[in-house]
């Protein structure tokens, strides 16, 4: 929750502690139950396939209310609507059960439990690893030799000072705003109401980070070297085997060269209209 605070999710930073009082009042057998995993729920046997229950309700019982005979057109007759309410449940139960196959022949399995998903699965998180072991980028979650400072793990430059030190603090920050947020809004003050309403708007956070305007990098001249820029990018695929002269063999510029000549002029076409169309493109790109 102090997270959320510090990212600005407004509506989470207002919501979820809410939620998290709610769960306070859950009867003893029900919060046991959410403790041990049982929020989630399968439509079909399998690894890493659950889903909220709320998706198992509307592709089941609700299937049949929103479809075709639902409930479109009965909002507004009340009596209607009341019947319909009453039998609709029930018709739902026995159109699953006849539309159920007779036999179990459904998969028991989801579909990418097979030893090629697994295999495959295994080859990208291996190739993930080798980026960090070979040093193509700074491993996170290493222990044996973090650097003194906070870097970027893909080029390795430090953060600023200011910059570093506002993110390392940035945790007690956010938990201040959550506890503020918290006796602002929930907690009943003299003459039972709080100090602000639960709707109120909600205070930025000015924690600094790399984005920030303010933290403009001291380094910003340092040189890059440009094939080991394009290494990296080319590493994060290692199945395109791309060579490094080609990559680098293309110019970066705001328009394709190899529409001009070497004078600066257009390159003849047999199509005028696409000339034209280009160069009124090209006049538009240069006016703005």
């Keep these: 929750m102090p997270f959320l605070f510090l990212s600005n999710r407004t509506v989470y930073s207002r919501f979820m502690p809410f939620m998290e009082l709610q769960s306070s009042r859950l009867p003893t057998d029900l919060l046991e139950s959410f403790k041990e995993g049982n929020f989630v729920a399968k439509l079909t046997n399998g690894s890493f396939n659950s889903v ?7 592709v089941t019982e609700n299937k049949s209310l929103k479809t075709s005979g639902g409930i479109i057109g009965l909002t507004h007759n009340d009596s209607a609507l009341f019947r319909w309410f009453l039998a609709r449940p029930l018709t739902a139960k026995y159109a699953l059960a006849y539309s159920a196959p007779k036999q179990a022949t459904s998969k028991t399995h989801h579909h990418t439990d097979t030893p090629y998903h697994i295999q495959a699965y295994n080859e ?3 190739n993930m690893l080798h980026l960090f072991e070979s040093e ?9 030799c973090p650097p003194s400072r906070l870097v970027n793990i893909a080029n390795g430059e430090e953060i600023p000072a200011e910059i570093e030190k506002s ?10 705003s959550l506890g503020a947020f918290v006796e602002e809004r929930f907690v009943v003050a003299d003459g039972e109401t709080t100090k602000k309403n639960f709707f109120d708007p909600l205070s930025k956070s000015k924690v600094k980070t790399t984005s920030s305007k303010s933290g403009s990098r001291s380094n910003s001249s340092k040189p890059i070297d440009g094939e080991e820029m394009y290494l990296r990018l080319l590493a994060i695929n290692a199945f395109k085997k791309v060579p490094i002269d080609r990559v680098i063999s293309f110019e970066n510029a705001h328009v394709p060269l190899s529409l001009f ?10 199509n005028l209209t696409s000339l034209i169309s280009l160069k009124v493109l090209l006049v538009q790109m240069i006016t703005q």
């Design 52 to 58: 909220w229950y709320d998706y198992i309700l509307e």
């Design 124 to 126: 990208t998180v291996q």
């Design 136 to 144: 193509t980028f700074i491993d996170p979650f290493s222990l044996d």
């Design 167 to 176: 993110l390392l603090e940035c945790h007690e920050l956010g938990k201040q």
């Design 261 to 270: 000549n070497d004078d600066g002029l257009f390159m003849a076409t047999k």
